[in-house]
């Protein structure tokens, strides 16, 4: 099994940074994916952006730009890197880990970290 923990989230003012981290934990060997999602009340959990075992990354429209994610394959951590936040990237930040043995994929998220933007 594969434990997430989330930290960095909090309240900041539009334009401002935040950095997400998450650190997975247990049996991490194996894992070819991590990224993060958020979710909105009433809305699908949608992909912002994610990381490959060889460094290939992938980002929503709306963060392009904006965001940046990175890995420390040695800590088994992931970051997101958030500039430029606006009132609309409030919402509950997600991160997931996926990790592939003998040809099947296994899934694991962690309890999502809140992101606040307001004056």
């Known amino acids: 099994q594969v434990q997430l923990v989330e930290s960095g989230g909090g309240l900041v003012q539009p334009g401002g940074s935040l950095r997400l981290s998450c650190a997975a934990s247990?049996?991490?060997?194996?894992?070819?994916?991590m990224g993060w999602y958020r979710q909105a009340p009433g809305k699908e959990r949608e992909l912002v952006a994610a990381?490959?075992?060889?460094?290939?990354?992938i980002y929503a429209d709306s963060v392009k730009g904006r965001f940046t994610i990175s890995r420390d394959n040695a800590k088994n951590t992931v970051y997101l890197q958030m500039n430029s936040l606006k009132p609309e990237d409030t919402v509950v930040y997600y991160c997931?880990?996926?990790?592939?043995?003998?040809?099947?994929?296994?899934?694991?998220w962690g309890q999502g970290t809140q992101v606040t933007v307001s004056s």
């Open positions: 997931k880990a996926v990790r592939t043995v003998s040809g099947r994929e296994y899934n694991y």
């Open positions: 247990g049996s991490t060997a194996f894992i070819n994916f």
């Open positions: 990381i490959t075992r060889d460094d290939s990354t």
